[in-house]
């Protein structure tokens, strides 16, 4: 589904500076620069498509950047533990660490590279550094939550919360120590802003050529890109309870709601395991406030909010262990082993890939001269085949021309191109177009002949049950979300085509 304004939508200001295009396009891919220098193989950088690099590019950099996900993964654990621990004891430290690694939402995330768990690390961070803060009055942890969440921001704006997370731990700890009257310190607060502010710099290295505007653009784009009607007639927040039921399943998300309802019921208590639960329930609640306002919600936007339930249900159920300890160990016992099932089906979903079994056949089946034509251009078509002749189909070639009519959003264009394209694939299905199918991977989605979107609430137990890829499309898909179609040329190909 593509709307006609995200088509043409030119990727650079015309008033940008070289500079400025030079650093914001090729800072991200400096790294590989730096090894193709020390290779001696700048050859690679004359193709420009994904498809036809070399297979050694994507066998040593997707491990490498899946190996320092699944690192920082392991980091983001850690702080969970110590944040549990933290706030009321190893029990709840130890219980929070587990149910954040049983979670299937956060091990989808896990899977892919991303700038999401990175995010995630760093805004963790702001918590302990905030925990401190509020029981000790250290400045210093102070500024290192800011440093933090500055970091966080840089990797993804919604981590903007961590800023939300520290006002509030100014606000705890004015009520326990200093008085309200010593609420409001510049100093503290300009030298957290100053120190913030620098880390968003150093994520961002082009606004030290053109300015802040290179931020407030970024802003501004995606404000916009989140109030497109991508999520049908669903509401935002129909959209959030299915993707916690989708990340967390049915019983963790029960026991996550528990939790919750038992964490703001002890809220009036003056403990340092309240304040982290006030701390964590603030943050999640600034989430949920930010994505309440968008018309389309994904798992990887509520990743986060993971890490703070947990904490949130560890300290509930380490209370309930101390109170009645033949109670909490059953229940425990039991959320463990039905979270864990239910995230090692939804792991191995992610390790079995079609698209992965469809390159293998490639190599297997097809001679050394095929070519083979591709219509999208993305990271994610690193399971093609390498060495593979690649005719691919530029969708953006009408930006130039459609720049230069003066309405960057014309009547006459379709709104939405799903409905044709889906009979199109249909016929091609149908063999009506000199195309016999030659192999398919994974099952047939049945997206075409039924509406692409439901919100009745069996689909939501549904989405409990079973874990599975929120929509079919988007970059987290398991095996039932990664149909393949491969199509074997009938007729004689024509130039044109």
Known sequence: MIRRSRRFRPRFSPNASPARRCISTGSPFFPVFVVLGLDGR????????????????????????????????????????????????????????????????FLAMAHGVSEGVPAVFCFLLTVPFALRYVETGDETAFLAGCGAGGFAIAFKLTAGVSVVVLGVASLLRARTARGWRGLFEPRLLGLGAVVGAG?????????????????????????????????????PTWWL????????????????????????????????????????????????????????????????????????????????????PSLARPLIAILLVTDGSYAVVGDLHCASAPRDEAAAWLNEHTPDDTTMKTYRIRYRDAAFPRGMAISSYQENV????????????????????????????????????????????GPRPSLWPRPRFRTDPIDLLRVGVYPRSVTYGDDQDLRDEQYTLLLRRTGDCSPDE
């Open 241 to 324: 309870l299915r993707g916690y039921l989708n990340g967390f399943g049915l019983p963790l998300f029960v026991a996550v709601v528990c939790g919750v309802v038992a964490g703001i019921a002890r809220l009036r208590e003056r403990s340092r395991e309240t304040d982290a639960v006030v701390l964590a329930l603030a943050g999640v609640a600034a989430f949920l406030l930010v994505y309440s306002r968008w018309e389309y919600v994904r798992l990887h936007h509520l990743l986060p909010t993971f890490p703070l339930l947990a904490v949130v249900l560890g300290i509930g159920l380490s209370r309930l262990h101390a109170h009645n």
């Open 398 to 441: 009408g930006e130039p021309w459609v720049a230069t009519q003066g309405d960057p959003e014309p009547s006459w264009m379709p709104e939405f191109s799903a409905p044709r394209r889906g009979e199109y694939v249909r016929d091609l299905l149908d063999g009506e177009h000199s195309y016999t199918i030659a192999a398919e991977f």
């Open 42 to 105: 700048f050859d690679v950088l004359t193709h420009l498509e994904p498809q036809s690099y070399p297979e050694w590019v994507w066998t040593w950099s997707l491990p490498l950047g899946r190996s320092v996900i699944v690192v920082i993964a392991v980091g983001c654990v850690y702080l969970t533990y110590r944040i549990g621990t933290a706030a009321r004891d190893r029990m709840a430290g130890r219980i929070a660490a587990l149910v954040l690694t049983l979670t299937f939402g």
């Open 199 to 235: 880390a968003v710099v150093m994520g961002h290295p082009e606004m030290l050529v053109a300015g802040p505007d290179v931020l407030w653009e970024r802003i501004g784009v995606q404000a916009e890109r989140k109030n497109r009607g991508l999520g049908g007639p669903a509401a």
